[in-house]
């Protein structure tokens, strides 16, 4: 699976748009970007994940490049308890038993 | 849909004892679960993918003979840590793969348990 890079840590403003990027220069054809994210003691909640259209549900949407290096989940309104840690993860769809990888990601701060 | 459940959702034992995790998955089958494994402040660690009906595979560094998982139906795979030591301490989560032919109703990927608190004293 390709490797990804997010930032750290990102702080919001509640109410306002949650913009959380994410590289993935070594993507491949047939991989897919996952979102996934983990409140505080919690075990990881499936966001949203894309090929190289722009999808979106009623969580989130997913705006991934036309060259498909990078991508950006957003969260149009956030509110305090979209605070978390938001994991870019690029993977095959469909790829029988090969578990989920998990980097560092991105812990998100949505302020009052 | 789509969802997993765990059990205890935390627990607290003495140094050399056993404990028992179980993982089910609520309104699917699922053929194969995985367990992970979360130190504070750290992000989740592989430690094995549980196949119904078969023997697990541990990742590297995992002590199979210490983490007992055994997957004994479609709904439920349990995790046993044995002789647990405070090193133990951490938080454990199951997640289980949604079928394919549930992606009408839900995408093809994996779902989480709560996860599950382990404090060893």
């Known amino acids: 699976d390709a490797k990804t890079t997010q930032p750290p840590s990102m702080d919001c403003a509640e109410g306002r748009a949650a913009n959380l990027p994410c590289n993935h220069s070594t993507i491949s054809g047939n991989e897919y970007v996952y979102w996934y994210r983990q409140i505080h003691s919690q075990g990881p909640q499936y966001i949203i994940h894309?090929?190289?259209n722009n999808e979106t549900n009623e969580m989130a949407s997913l705006i991934i490049t036309e060259d498909r290096k990078s991508s950006t989940l957003i969260l149009p309104h956030a509110t305090l308890r979209d605070t978390a840690v938001y994991y870019c993860i690029v993977r095959v769809e469909y790829s029988g038993n090969t578990p989920l990888v998990f980097g560092k990601g991105t812990r998100l701060s949505v302020i009052a | 849909g789509a969802v997993v459940s765990q059990h205890p959702s935390w627990v607290i034992c003495k140094s050399g004892t056993s404990v028992k995790i179980e993982c089910r998955s609520l309104?699917?089958?699922?053929?194969?679960m995985f367990w992970y494994r979360q130190f504070p402040k750290q992000s989740l660690m592989l430690m094995a993918t549980?196949?119904?009906?078969?023997?697990?595979?541990?990742e590297q560094g995992v002590e199979k003979d210490k983490f007992l998982i055994n997957h004994a139906s479609l709904t439920l795979s349990t995790l046993t840590v044995t002789s647990a030591h405070p090193e133990d301490s951490s938080f454990y989560i199951c997640?289980?793969?949604?079928?394919?032919?549930?992606?009408?109703?839900?995408?093809?990927?994996?779902?989480f348990g709560p996860g599950t608190r382990l404090t060893v004293l």
């Open positions: 309104d699917f089958q699922a053929t194969t």
């Open positions: 549980s196949n119904e009906g078969s023997k697990a595979t541990y």
């Open positions: 894309g090929l190289k």
């Open positions: 997640s289980a793969r949604s079928p394919r032919l549930a992606g009408i109703w839900a995408p093809d990927t994996q779902y």
